[in-house]
C-alpha cells in the first residue's frame, strides 16, 4: 500500500498523528518548495516534528511541480498542468528521483505528500499512481484527521 496527504489547513499536530494512525515510517516530501506558510510545514520545522515521532522525512525536489505547472494548476488550467508535469516526469531527473522513491516504498510504509487536500488534481496522486504501477501496490489517500492528536494524547 502507498499512502498519499496533504497538509492543507492541517494542524501540524493532527498531520503527525494521522501518520502515525496510519503507522507510515517514511514521508516523501514531493513539493519542489519546501517553505510553507503554514506553520509547521516547512522542511526543517516538519523533519524535526517527524523526527521526534519516529518517522523518517525524504524530501524528493525532483518529483516537485515545475512553477508553471503550480501556476497552471492554479489557474485551473488542469490540461496545461498535466502537459507540464507529464514532460517534467520523464526528465532523467525525475526518473532517478522516482526509482528511489518506488524502492523506499517497497521495502517501508510510506506516505506522499504536498499541500493539497484534494488528491484529484495533485501532481503527488500522478506520481503515486507511477510508482504503484511499478509496484504493483495499491493507492490510498489519507486526510489529516480533526482532532487526532488530542484524541491519541488522551488514549495514552
Known sequence: MLFTVGYEQADPQDFVATLKHF??????????????????????????????????????????DPKPGRDAARAGDLDTFRRIFGEHMRSQEAQAALKDLSNQADQKRTCLMCYERDPIDCHRSIVARCIAEGLAIKIQHIGVQKGIAEHCIAAE
Open 23 to 64: 503507522g507510515i515510517e517514511i514521508l516523501a516530501d514531493v513539493r519542489e518548495v519546501t517553505v510553507s506558510r503554514r506553520r509547521g510545514f516547512s522542511k526543517n520545522q516538519l523533519r524535526q516534528m517527524l523526527f521526534d515521532s519516529g518517522i523518517e522525512y525524504v524530501h524528493y525536489r525532483d518529483l516537485g
